[in-house]
């Protein structure tokens, strides 16, 4: 079955460019150039993924990525962000409310279009636990032994180390902001310095050694683990 | 009766002064600012405006020139007794409070049409009893931003009473929002035509052969030089826009952690020229920052090293302290700038060779983003010859 693709775009050539990519890469890409459009073509029929530019006339990006999430029917529909104020604050708002993913522009159509499929296939298999099969770069986690090896060799890591590193491994390739990596470590309402988990990252990756290299900062906005799965397919 | 013109700089003590001598004729200022009255050339340094005022200096009576003095400024000057009632003000308080017209010399502060907030300020002032300032919002039609301070004054051994003075920044702090909107503006307006580009010459790339395809990818090449020179103009609009508070400084980066982040970005460009890099640094030391902004300093640095250091060759990367100063040095081993280009190599754009700089690529704006970032965090950077050939740069932080 093909699945659907929602464009919400209010710059009609950008969306028409995006809305090829797709349909090359066989999916079925519709566009809405507004938010209100964008609400209730979802509320008529829900997309298989949404790519919303989070800087629209009328409800912005970001309020309608509330509304989506807010909304228990149209919850589990990813969201892709796209932007083009380099506003890192706008990015990390949007991830923490349950965007999944994001591009800044300029960005490539067919790195989106990788990001799609990678969002869409992440979703389909719902979110797999993060186990002894799942191999990321070299490094493995064993959650029951609470174990990690680098290439077969096993690592001593705290606590906390683990669970950062087992968080990110739970969704390769995806950023994930350092206010979710606190609530993975240490729990929901947690207030701590985002300095610290820099921290706890620094000597993870010390840890890691050679493997370390795939955690990799994004500047602003937080971390994630390199992943082959969301490399650009040509 | 023409005296030499000399110039006062009125900044709040000094309209304290005038304002305060006004209201009691016979106090100690009174000789010294009847002395000065010759021409005055009054500069208002808060609003940066100057006029230049004719006083007359003949008989017609010296609290008459002082009212002239006082009415000649652009700051605002409201002098209050204790029980708020308005002993004098000068005409840009009438201006600036769009005050009635009516003399409201005699009427307290709140019948005067004084807004809520200097009200609440002054009430404020006078719990504390000695001199504040505070920044005002004044939500009128054109809302006002304005600048109170105030200082206690005695008249008629009334020890309640006080001198406000108000500027009006309102053009100012606009002008502050306006430049600090226009990076994030610019950005926008420029990502969102190159990304139709990039994305249209990606189309014709899939779909194109031979020639087409090779101009498709001359495109596609080009759109990508370019949005490095965006973010790197913007990045550079940033530094300079706002200096200091732009960014977050934190106590303490560990300069270790720091090279070590940066040899890890920069692992893949090395790997393909063939470079090994070195790291030798001091573990104790460290520097007051932002790390993202030092980040992004050492590692354009590496990333010229890398491209200029000659395949093969060693790039290293030294942390030293130097009295009060972390020295971060970037050594290559490659050809070198001749020594006529030192002085400039910092200046935005300044190419050595144009056609070597476009074989290694580079947006021309790296060094001038280095200089800025260090000069940001009060530091320095020098650039040096390698002994043997080869550049060495120098950056020098103040330690923590």
Known sequence: ?234 | MNRTAFAITLVAAGTMTLCAAMLAPGGAFWGLLTACCGVLAVGVGTTGLVRVVQVGTGPSGREERLRSILNSISTAVIAVRGDDVILGLNSAATVLLDLDDADPVGVPLHQAGVPEPVLAFVAAARRTGSCSTAELSIDSDDHQTLIVRSEPLVVDGDGQGMVLVLDDVTRMRRLETMRSDFAANVSHELRTPITAIQGYAELLDESSQGTDKDHAQVILRNCRRLSAIIEDLLALARLEGESQAAFTVEDSVPVHDLLDAVTRSCADEASHASITMRVDCNDQLAVQGSTALLEQAVSNLVTNAIRYGGSGSMVELRATQAGDAAEIAVVDHGGGIPLEHHSRVFERFYRIDRGRSRQVGGTGLGLAIVKNIVLAHKGSVALKETPGGGCTFVMSLPAV
Do not use: W
């Open chain 1, 1 to 234: 079955m093909t699945q659907r693709v929602l464009i919400i775009e209010d710059e009609p050539e950008i969306a028409a460019m995006i809305q090829l990519h797709l349909d090359r890469a066989g999916f079925q890409a519709t566009i809405c150039d507004n938010g209100e459009d964008g609400l209730a073509s979802i509320a008529a029929h829900a997309p298989d993924l949404v790519i919303l530019d989070l800087m629209l006339p009328g409800i912005d990006g970001l309020e309608l990525c509330r509304q989506l999430k807010y909304d228990a029917a149209t919850r589990v529909i990813p969201i892709i962000m796209v932007t083009a104020r380099g506003e890192e604050s706008d990015v990390v708002s949007g991830l923490e409310m349950g965007a999944d993913d994001y591009m800044v522009k300029p960005f490539s159509p067919r790195e989106l279009s990788a990001r799609v499929r990678a969002v869409l296939r992440r979703r389909a298999g719902d979110l797999p636990e993060v186990d002894e099969s799942t191999a990321v770069s070299g490094i493995q986690v064993n959650t029951d032994r609470h174990e990690v090896s680098v290439d077969g060799v096993s690592v001593d890591l705290t606590l906390t180390e683990f669970q950062i590193l087992r968080f990110l491994m739970s969704r390769p390739g995806f950023v994930r902001t350092r206010d979710q990596i606190i609530e993975a470590a240490h729990g929901p309402h947690v207030v701590m310095s985002k300095r610290t988990i820099d921290v706890h990252i620094t000597a993870l990756r010390k840890k890691l050694g050679r493997a370390g290299d795939a955690i990799e900062t994004i500047r602003g906005v937080g971390y994630r683990l390199e992943s082959d799965v969301i490399a650009t397919e040509p």
